[in-house]
């Protein structure tokens, strides 16, 4: 997937011990099985901070952000974390930030 993170980087994500990645597929036609939309998250003793969240330009606008916000929620509580933190520019980035209110304020793994 094109964007700010490059292979590398999701390859220290994906090989450090604090860290999940997790990720959503679709496809599976002529073009085959591809990578819809990847997040991570790295968790440190109790706070947990989502690293990265990507969805593939011809797959948004299908609910897979959302899915990919509530998995990483999912890990938060599985991980024993307390806390989310997540960085975003809400002068930029409309769409992140009303997922990410939307994601957070529901009732998902006891999160408030």
């Not at 609910?63 to 991980?79: N, Q, S, T």
Request: glycine content about 14%; some cysteine.
């Amino acid at each position: 997937m094109q964007g700010l993170w490059t292979r590398d980087m999701y390859l220290v994500d994906i090989k450090s011990a604090n860290n999940d990645v997790i990720g959503l597929f679709g496809g599976g036609g002529e073009r085959g099985l591809r990578l819809a939309g990847v997040a991570s998250l790295g968790v440190v003793l109790d706070d947990a901070s989502v690293t990265s969240i990507c969805v593939s330009p011809e797959a948004r606008g299908q609910g897979l952000g959302e899915a990919l916000m509530v998995g990483l929620m999912r890990v938060v509580a599985e991980r024993g974390a307390t806390s989310v933190c997540l960085e975003v520019r809400a002068d930029s980035n409309a769409p992140a930030v009303a997922l990410y209110r939307k994601v957070l304020s529901a009732p998902l793994c006891g999160a408030r």
